[in-house]
């Protein structure tokens, strides 16, 4: 190891950039990696970590698996739950916040992104892990209790969430932006081979029976046209008289990836606008993109916003849409597989995708820490249990969740903050992401509120539901109640912001891997963090120090500065190179 540094820290009134989990309050004699960057070169040395050992060294790196870095942070879970805990709401918004130490400290890790990724000169990057400490309503927390890394963890949440809410559709919504949006995501799961994304073909045994019975049903249907259609077919001279059955629909939820333009809109409006593409190699869907009949990119951008979607076959004249689709998709692939599926920024694939990178694992794991347990049969188990719940949600009729002006407000100024910063670091390149990765938020929130709805018994008694207010005083009295209001706890709704910090940070890597668009020189992760992870006021010198340690030339940390003070990001304390950061609006 390199060097070896203790620093002393006062965790009372520790100034903490609340949307950056590299700065944290922590207790003694605690190693933090997140420093490490190339082989025996100095590191970025967390600022807000005190009285802990600093391994400033590659050396070390070999020893750890997939080089997490454990930082820590004040819980946003202490307390009892449904309490509304503001210092860990305001931690969010995007400047800093003096917060007081009460209770409890919560792990938080860093994956390394390996120097042969980032190009020739580029230092090693630090992208953020999820707050591993977090009370997810199930079947949250017992699906990612399976992961055996933080990152696995990570995709396991993010993989349940895709397919969860993919089966949810239409049942479950939200207002947003003038319409309503549904938890159909778009999930990109970026990892080196065998980095351990192969987690994820256990994620889509959770809706295969929901899958299995959908084509069970189709089979019999489908039997059915066939008795009928030789019945019609004997008729003979009477058959002119007769109508000939219909064919059903060839109903589905999991949709193949490998497919073309027509066929997967087939699929879709056979399906009622609804289904799940779920793939373990992105190629797969990059080679349909590029075939001759394989250009149904244009699908996937019009299923994010629940657009119509439509086709026409002039050779049978045959005409088919509908009116809203609720198309999700689950993808992992390597980082030279992104480029094909994502050609550029400007593309809106890019946009509406939420992506997370996953670091190549550097040492061998214990194949048989498992007590020998089938973790296919425990999640086909799970998968039969949430077909059954899904039956509670789609009986129960339809639920819009609905958030309190505070949460409204605190989201707002969340996503204002995180616009500015991403200007002030891309440009307008990340604008649109940051706009989609908003409505992504909330489709995540429903998820997991609807999930909590389900830990009731009686769905219709779950303190988290009221019946909507336009439904009618006789239906209340008879109990038929078929649309609700739903709002989710203070503290799942500040977990699931919390994610916004890091799915932000893995997007702006993920950037990195295409080609600049309006500027010539892309600014990377590690330097949209830069400010991120100062402390609340700091000098112009421990600024450039930061920055040079973090890989940015002192000139161009310099420039960054000046705009940031321009912008009103940061403001001069004194006018002597000594600087702070607002706090956010109505603190």
Request: neutral net charge; glycine residues 8%.
């Amino acid at each position: 190891v390199g060097t070896l540094e203790v620093r002393k820290c006062h965790i009372v009134d520790t100034a903490q950039n609340l949307l950056d989990i590299r700065q944290a309050t922590t207790t003694t004699h605690q190693v933090a990696l997140a420093e490490v960057a190339g082989n025996h070169e100095l590191g970025v040395e967390s600022k807000a970590c005190q009285e802990h050992l600093h391994l400033l060294g590659r050396g070390i790196l070999r020893l750890v698996e997939h080089h997490e870095s454990i930082a820590q942070r004040t819980t946003a879970h202490v307390g009892e739950r449904g309490d509304l805990d503001h210092a860990a709401l305001h931690k969010l918004i995007g400047a800093l916040t003096i917060h007081h130490v009460k209770k409890g400290i919560v792990e938080r890790a860093h994956v390394r992104i390996d120097l042969f990724l980032e190009g020739a000169g580029q230092k090693a990057q630090v992208l953020p892990c999820f707050d591993n400490r977090t009370l997810w309503p199930a079947p949250l927390n017992e699906i990612t209790a399976h992961g055996t890394t933080r990152a696995q963890q990570d995709i396991m949440l993010l993989g349940a969430v895709t397919v969860l809410g993919a089966s949810m559709n239409s049942h479950v919504r939200c207002a947003y932006g003038g319409k309503m949006i549904s938890p159909s995501l778009q999930t990109f799961i970026v990892a080196l081979p065998a980095s351990g994304k192969g987690v994820l073909s256990l994620v889509r045994l959770l809706v295969e029976p929901i899958h299995d019975e959908i084509r069970l049903h189709t089979a019999e249907a489908m039997k059915q046209y066939r008795k009928e259609k030789g019945a019609y077919d004997s008729l003979g001279k009477e058959r002119s008289q007769a109508t000939p059955p219909a064919l059903p629909p060839d109903r589905m939820f999991l949709i193949s990836g490998n497919n073309t333009g027509t066929g997967i809109l087939q699929n879709i409006m056979d399906s009622e606008g609804i289904g799940l593409i779920c793939e373990s190699e992105a190629d797969t869907i990059s080679t349909a993109i590029g075939s001759e009949h394989g250009h149904w990119s244009d699908t996937m951008r019009k299923a994010f916003d629940h657009d119509r979607l439509s086709y026409n076959r002039r050779t049978d004249r045959e005409y088919r849409e509908v009116k809203r689709s609720y198309l999700s998709v689950l993808l992992s692939g390597t980082p030279a597989q992104v480029k094909p599926l994502i050609p550029t920024a400007e593309n809106g694939l890019f946009s509406r995708q939420l992506f997370y990178y996953m670091p190549a694992i550097h040492k061998w794991q214990n194949q048989f820490d498992r007590q020998d347990t089938d973790l296919e049969t425990v999640f086909t188990g799970l998968g039969m249990q949430w077909r059954e719940q899904l039956k509670r949600i789609t009986a129960g009729g339809l639920f819009t969740l609905r958030l309190t002006p505070e949460q409204k407000e605190l989201f707002n100024n969340l996503f204002a903050n995180l616009f500015i910063r991403s200007h002030l670091a891309n440009g307008s390149e990340m604008a649109s992401s940051v706009a989609r990765l908003a409505i992504n938020i909330c489709r995540i929130m429903q998820v997991v509120a609807m999930l909590r709805v389900l830990e009731s018994d009686d769905i219709a008694r779950s303190p988290h539901l009221t019946p909507d207010k336009d439904i009618s005083g006789d239906n209340l009295k008879d109990g038929i109640i078929t649309r609700w209001d739903m709002t989710i706890l203070p503290s799942d709704f500040n977990s699931v912001l919390e994610l916004t910090e890091s799915l932000y940070r893995h997007a702006t890597h993920i950037l990195s891997f295409l080609p600049g668009t309006e500027i010539s020189r892309r600014s990377n992760a590690d330097r949209d963090a830069l400010l991120q992870s100062m402390e609340r006021e700091f000098t112009r010198s421990a600024f450039l120090l930061q920055a040079e340690a973090t890989g940015i030339k002192p000139g161009t940390a310099s420039t960054w500065l000046k705009r940031l003070v321009k912008h009103g990001m940061i403001e001069s304390v004194d006018g002597k190179g000594t600087y702070r950061k607002p706090l956010p609006n109505g603190m």
